[in-house]
């Protein structure tokens, strides 16, 4: 059975940096693309990231291109968004999610078939 679990959310003023982390386990980590989505309050969940098995290539939304940061680590069957420069419109649950391939250029919520439970990111003005 596919687990992901989300850690590293929190309260953070504007302008600030989280790391957040995705611990996977159940299926051969290596093997397939990794993204990260939020969901806001009242709004659809949406894609922030991705990143294909090998870390080779990533992928972002417009909304947080040259902030935001996605990496994973295979031996340690984890992924990571480094979120920097932090604003009020980042707040939002953040969830990691496995894909059935291995490339990324293509993720979307509904095609995700596993997803980790979220980690709340809140950020002050």
């Known amino acids: 059975q596919v687990q992901l679990v989300e850690s590293g959310g929190g309260l953070v003023q504007a302008g600030g940096s989280l790391r957040l982390s995705c611990a996977a386990s159940?299926?051969?980590?290596?093997?397939?693309?990794m993204g990260w989505f939020r969901q806001a309050p009242g709004k659809e969940r949406e894609f922030v990231a991705a990143?294909?098995?090998?870390?080779?290539?990533?992928y972002y939304a417009d909304s947080v291109k040259g902030r935001f940061t996605i990496s994973r680590d295979n031996a340690r069957n984890t992924v990571y968004l480094q979120m920097n420069s932090l604003k009020p419109e980042d707040t939002a649950v953040y969830y990691c999610?496995?894909?059935?391939?291995?490339?990324?250029?293509?993720?979307?919520?509904?095609?995700?078939?596993?997803w980790g439970k979220g980690t709340l990111v809140t950020v002050s003005s």
């Open positions: 159940g299926r051969t980590f290596s093997q397939y693309a």
């Open positions: 999610a496995s894909d059935r391939s291995s490339e990324a250029a293509t993720m979307t919520v509904d095609g995700m078939p596993y």
């Open positions: 990143i294909n098995w090998s870390g080779g290539r990533t």
